[in-house]
């Protein structure tokens, strides 16, 4: 049986891991192959890599220090940041990366996601959802949220694009409950059960964990196939392996070997 | 979690990965200089025949890794190697009869279809993440290459798989069972990724690496 995951998450800036909160003020979490390795000891079961000021700049991921942690990690990772093309894909696919997370540049070109699921496969594709409830009650898409500054409300409902997004070939959807990152009171379950019940491919929880349980809500609540965090990790508030053995006596199945 | 087992003569082994193709041939490389065992890439045939041990890589598609094959001439070759050959998620697709992705013909090394692995409640594709590896029977449990593997999960990513159980050493379950780890003599296949897979997939690949030709 598929084990549920665990996906610490690591935000990249200017070749070192930061954490900010609600996706605002930065500071330095460590160096990124130092971390990479940390959590690849702690039983992480892969890792994403967020380069978050990437796409509001225009630029794509550095890839040196891609190949570097590709090199030294026997896990699976995932990049995403301002990949914009077939030909960025390639290169961090290249580079040793086993999946790339397209978000803003989607939103932006939702043929991208055709065009990267015809060239690598639907199985490198994840599709990054940012997403925020509105006055009017309505969870719709938010783009460039690296940037506080140039964070933009589209009017796309998400769970219109979670829809889209598959059908252009997302592998798997990675849900960024906007209005949950940063606040450690849980996850938003009811907005991943809502995009739970229309979504295909594995799902992937982010946003608000902060204690154990929630990553147990998480998975027996909205049935995300992996959850991702990241201050509670880099704060060793929630290790990894007592999570573990805390998920396996709730019933949920895990790695732990 | 690492079993103690004696070092690897890396020494005695001249391993090759065949060009078929794709992208992250890269982390195969760097799973094998782990294990001190440098894994060049090649379509040369010469070089090809000389290594101890062959892998034939694969990630994407199975049809453009086949079109791959069949423009370096590899399609021709491999089915003429003696020694060791594993193939890794498409790499293994490969060596099977038929793929449906695609629907396209083949090396026919193993007997079998590729197919689609189903959808149901709960059974999401892309198949994606860490599953256990079930031994298919007690003989296939004292396969040199499933050694330390029993029960021990590895990571896959793929939406594709081998679903019936002839030459199987392992199964996994993703609502239903498919082959994760095959064996027919000489010709190995892996569906998951062993250089994805921490220390499940390191004694994999060593345990193919300990193989010898005649094996």
């Known amino acids: 049986m598929l084990a549920r995951r665990l996906i610490p998450c690591l935000d990249v800036r200017d070749g070192q891991v930061v954490k ?187 946003g608000g964990a902060g204690a154990i349980e929630h990553f147990v809500d998480a998975f027996r609540v909205a049935d995300v196939d992996a959850a991702l965090a990241a201050s509670v990790f880099h704060s060793g508030t929630v290790p990894i392996p007592e999570l573990k053995d805390r998920l396996a006596n709730a019933g949920i199945e895990v790695r732990r070997d | 979690m690492t079993d103690a087992l004696p070092a690897l003569d890396a020494s005695r082994i001249r391993l090759v990965l065949l060009d078929s193709g794709g992208a992250n041939l890269g982390s195969v490389q760097a799973a094998f200089a782990r294990l001190g065992v440098e894994a060049p890439v090649t379509s040369d045939a010469q070089r090809i025949r000389a290594a101890t041990h062959v892998i034939l890589p694969g990630v994407g598609a199975a049809a453009p890794a086949m079109a791959r094959l069949r423009a370096n001439g590899l399609d021709r070759l491999i089915p003429t190697l003696t020694q060791p050959l594993m193939g890794i998620c498409v790499g293994m697709q490969l060596l099977f009869e038929h793929s449906v992705e695609g629907e396209v013909d083949c090396l026919g090394l193993l007997p079998g279809r590729v197919e689609r692995l189903p959808e149901s409640p709960g059974v999401r594709v892309p198949h994606m993440g860490w599953n256990r590896l079930q031994p298919a029977s007690v003989e296939a449990a004292a396969h040199p290459l499933m050694a330390g593997l029993d029960g021990r999960h590895a990571y896959f990513v793929h939406s594709y798989a081998y679903r019936g159980d002839t030459n199987a050493l392992a199964t996994s379950t993703h609502g239903q069972p498919f082959t994760a780890i095959a064996a027919h003599g000489r010709v190995m296949g892996a569906q998951c990724h062993p250089e994805r897979s921490a220390a499940t997939g390191a004694r994999l690949l060593r345990n193919f690496l300990s193989l010898q030709a005649s094996s």
């Open chain 1, 20 to 206: 900010g909160v609600r996706f605002r003020d930065h500071v330095v979490m460590g160096g990124i192959e130092e971390l990479a390795l940390r959590y690849r000891d702690e039983g992480a079961d892969e890792l994403v890599f967020y380069d978050i000021t990437a796409s509001p700049e225009g630029r794509s991921v550095d890839r040196t220090w891609v190949e570097r942690v590709a090199t030294i990690i026997d896990i699976p990772f995932c990049v995403a940041g301002g990949i914009r093309s077939v030909d960025d894909s390639r290169a961090i696919l290249n580079a040793g990366a086993d999946k790339v997370s397209v978000n803003s540049p989607a939103l932006e070109r939702p043929d991208l996601i055709d065009e990267l699921a015809a060239a690598f496969g639907v199985q490198c594709v994840v599709v990054g959802v940012d997403s925020l409830k509105d006055a009017d009650g309505e969870w719709r898409v938010r783009q460039y949220t690296g940037d506080p500054s140039k964070t933009k409300a589209l009017g796309r409902r998400t769970l219109d694009w979670v829809v889209e997004a598959q059908q252009r070939g997302a592998g798997e959807i990675v849900l960024n409950c906007m209005g949950s990152d940063g606040a450690k009171t849980g996850y938003d379950l009811e907005q991943l059960a809502a995009v739970r019940a229309i979504c295909r491919v594995p799902l992937v929880a982010s």
